[in-house]
Nanobody, 122 residues
């Protein structure tokens, strides 16, 4: 079992910055990847960025945020961060942290945080 707690969301003006944090607890040794997703009103949840925990920190970033957002990890603190710069109104959404766990060969479970609201508005 894994529990995820997100923090760092809030209201920011266009062009501003925020840093989101996702702290994992529980059976953290089973986590092999973590990522950030977002969902705007009336839209599908979409991947923002993800990072591997057990494979050297390999990252993937969505084209819509590439060059503006950076995902990073601190394995000692069981925490993943999303640094968001040059924020746009289109970035407004609830941001969710996800952890992918592996318990054996071919056995995996995804865990989700409760989400944190990011609002970009003047």
């Amino acid at each position: 079992q894994v529990q995820l707690v997100e923090s760092g969301g809030g209201l920011v003006q266009p062009g501003g910055s925020l840093r989101l944090s996702c702290a994992a607890s529980g059976n953290i040794c089973s986590i092999n990847a973590m990522g950030w997703y977002r969902q705007a009103p009336g839209k599908q949840r979409e991947l923002v960025a993800d990072i591997t925990i057990t494979r050297g920190g390999r990252t993937n970033v969505a084209d819509s945020v590439k060059g503006r957002f950076t995902i990073s990890r601190d394995n000692a603190k069981n925490t993943v961060y999303l640094q968001m710069n040059s924020l746009k109104p289109e970035d407004t959404a609830v941001y969710y942290c996800k952890a992918h766990t592996t318990y054996g060969v071919g056995i995996g479970v995804d865990y989700w945080g409760q989400g944190t609201q990011v609002t970009v508005s003047s």
